[in-house]
């Protein structure tokens, strides 16, 4: 019987046929699994680059492109007819010397290119390779169909315009060396692009480079996994060699911490790693992210991953909120009350006039959450002694003192009341979960007896949720899994992990797989490439982040009123509809409330049922088209969160970097299309 590789390609162009041609194609290629006399058979095509590749007729105008090897059968792409023998044609198929995995070539485009490259080679002073010797390169497992090309680069922009051309596992060594990299980081860059060991390799044998390759390649061997690959999203059944590395590994001996820019994969790959420690680990798994919005989100998405429903039941999914009312609750018998923002902040400005302090109400707020609640100090002892990282104005020790007795005045007016705050909550949590960790893993009383938690969104976790994180899960193999981007954070949360006693194996992911490459570009620029702070020690860099498509420009639109903008969002939004664009996959975001009540409005008038929500609305969601409204001057940043500079220069600084961070935020959840509009003057973090 054949043994049959689906490539991911396929899933997609399958799913973008109409619907009675996609049924006809899918019957075909059951018939095929089974042998049956009415299967599709290959068929030779004429002047390919590689004996192996035929076609298979799978409706009366689709054929597949499968590379055929022995048993084998690698289909690459469903295509109608003369577009299939094009892509026959035009492609080659090898499998990487070193490394092991499949690899496919655009070998046509590639000959197009080397004119141009002999042309620029022929008046360079020196060759971009011409340090490194055949020997190291091909020991590289660049290939020898290679070689000749890249003696002729002469530059960088030489190199990057073959790289839509060329494997990753090409090009990632080769950008390493070009940089200047030594022969060990290129071969680090080599080992990233492989999702399993490669062990002794045979390229000859291509099912066993498509074993390693579960990026581009799924066997199937009967038509229920057929239809159960097809049937998901494509992000279930194909995950990307570094994603499937870290999320397959078989035991971390304790934390990870896998970060990323936008688009890189991080959230599937936390998914994939919860359904895998749901299949293999020794208890519950917990899955951790922003809100429930994203909860609900990530809940429908496990679904979709996780089809045994014993293993599906083991995960839970929620945010820190929920998990510590719920410790709480059970620990105390009734539910904790919280309080709620306005009467907060009537207690802060109730303290800052009845002690007379020089300081305002936010500023003691800030104080109690950045640097008290933070390092959870309990007396004013602790409170004089500590450092205050990230706080802009010293205090001295009589300041200090006043500070401390304007806090002591709100926690006591809220113990008055029975009220807590979120963050008091989690501290009360993590106090309760400490004394009882070890009982909860026995099924006692009083919480759920987690043995893994995995943290999608971990940038703007306050510490106070980090230690409730760190007492809900026992220390040990697989205990803490965690995904994040410092430069997505919304809330001033600067924290790294290791500061609390959480020592993670690091990660880094530098692709974005969602994003075109001009949404990104456009989008760093906006938020300023400089490196953050936050869950690593040290900072982190935007230093070697890149997009692997291209796609549309950001359109940035200015209005002369904001009665013309919100009529000009309408058409647009209106315009992505009539393409065929569902409306789940559209959002509509601003920074105030108020705009968003007007957008509602525009909207629900004009009949267009797409979402629309607050900036941090989108935290940890995509959609195909997102559009962004009121991004003018004295909306964002928002001038009610900014901090003034007199009161604290370091808070203000950081409060801007926040802004931008919740803007950039905002822009890279568009998959294909930005749409950004003002009326008046733009807003200043807006690129030129």
């Known amino acids: 019987m054949p043994r049959l590789a689906i490539a991911p390609e396929v899933h997609s162009d399958l799913g973008a046929l109409a619907s009675p041609a996609r049924e006809e194609a899918v019957v075909s290629l059951r018939r095929f699994l089974r042998g049956a006399t009415s299967a599709p058979h290959p068929e030779r095509v004429r002047n390919t680059r590689d004996p192996r590749v035929a076609t298979m007729r799978l409706t009366d105008r689709h054929r597949g492109v499968v590379v055929r090897q022995r048993d084998v059968y690698w289909m690459l792409t469903v295509q109608p007819d003369a577009e299939a023998w094009s892509y026959a044609q035009r492609h080659r198929f090898a499998v990487n010397a070193a490394a092991g995995m499949a690899e496919i070539w655009d070998a046509a485009a590639l000959e197009s290119v080397e004119p141009a490259l002999r042309r620029a080679a022929g008046s360079a002073a020196r060759r971009l390779f011409a340090h490194v010797c055949d020997t190291d390169l091909l020991g590289l497992g660049i290939d020898t169909w290679l070689l000749p090309l890249v003696r ?9 315009a073959v790289e839509p051309l060329i494997p990753e596992s090409q090009f990632a060594p080769l950008s390493v060396l070009a940089a200047g990299g030594s022969i060990a980081e290129a071969w680090r860059a080599l080992d990233a692009c492989a999702a399993v060991p490669a062990g002794p390799i045979d390229v000859s044998d291509l099912g066993a480079a498509l074993d390693r390759t579960p990026s581009r390649a799924v066997f199937v061997a009967d038509a229920e996994e057929l239809d159960h690959l097809l049937d998901r999203p494509q992000w279930c059944g194909f995950p990307y060699a570094v994603q499937y590395r870290i999320a397959y590994h078989d035991v971390h001996d304790g934390p990870v911490l896998v970060t990323g820019g936008a688009g890189t994969g991080k959230t599937v790959l936390a998914l994939h790693r919860a359904a895998h420690l749901a299949r293999t680990g020794g208890g519950r798994v917990l899955v951790v992210t922003f809100s429930q919005a994203t ?82 100090l309990c007396t004013l002892q602790e409170y004089l002694s500590a450092a205050r990282p990230g706080r802009g104005v010293d205090l001295d020790r009589g300041e200090r003192a006043e500070v401390w007795r304007a ?175 569902p409306a789940r996959a559209v959002a509509v975001a601003a920074r105030s409330a108020g705009l968003v009540r007007d957008v509602k409005a525009a909207l629900r008038e004009a009949g267009l049922a797409v979402r629309a929500t607050p900036l941090h609305g989108l935290k940890g969601l995509e959609f195909r088209r997102v559009a962004l409204i009121g991004v003018a001057e004295g909306v964002v940043p928002a001038p009610g969160s900014l901090t003034p500079a007199e009161e604290d220069p370091t808070a203000r600084a950081h409060d801007l970097q926040r802004e931008r961070g919740l803007l950039y935020m905002a ?11 003002y009326s008046g003057r733009a807003s200043p973090f807006l690129p030129p």
């Open 152 to 160: 002729l680069m002469a530059s960088e922009t030489a190199l990057d």
């Open 295 to 376: 909860a609900a989100d990530l809940t429908a998405k496990l679904d979709l991953l996780v089809d045994d429903t014993r293993v599906r039941d083991r995960i839970e999914v929620g945010n820190v909120e929920r998990l510590a009312h719920r410790v709480v609750a059970e620990a105390e018998g009734r539910p904790p009350l919280l309080v709620g923002p306005p009467d907060l902040a009537s207690l802060w400005q109730e303290a800052a006039e009845l002690y007379g302090t020089t300081h305002s109400p936010a500023f003691l707020l800030r104080e109690w959450e950045q640097v008290i609640l933070a390092q959870n």
């Open 407 to 581: 806090i002591e005045h709100v926690t006591g007016r809220l113990r008055e009341t029975g009220r807590r705050t979120l963050l008091q909550l989690a501290t009360r949590a993590s106090t309760l979960l400490g004394r009882t960790t070890g009982d909860l893993l026995d099924d006692a009383p009083g919480g759920e007896p987690y043995r893994h938690i995995v943290v999608d969104e971990a940038q703007d976790l306050h510490p106070a949720q980090w230690r409730l994180l760190r007492a809900a899960v026992p220390a040990g193999p697989d205990d803490l899994f965690i995904v994040g981007d410092p430069h997505q954070r919304v809330f001033d949360t600067r924290v790294a992990l290791s500061s609390l006693g959480v020592k993670a194996e690091t990660y880094r992911l530098t692709v974005s797989r969602r994003l075109p490459r001009e949404i990104l570009t456009w989008a760093v620029r906006l938020r300023g490439g400089g490196p953050v702070d936050g869950l690593v020690d040290g900072v982190t860099e935007l230093a070697g982040f890149r997009a692997g498509q291209e796609g549309p420009r950001p359109v940035v639109r200015e209005y002369v009123s904001p009665q013309a903008e919100l009529a000009g969002l309408v058409t647009q939004v209106g315009e992505w509809l009539a393409e065929g664009v």
């Open 667 to 677: 822009c890279t959840r568009a998959t294909e299309r930005l749409y950004v509009s």
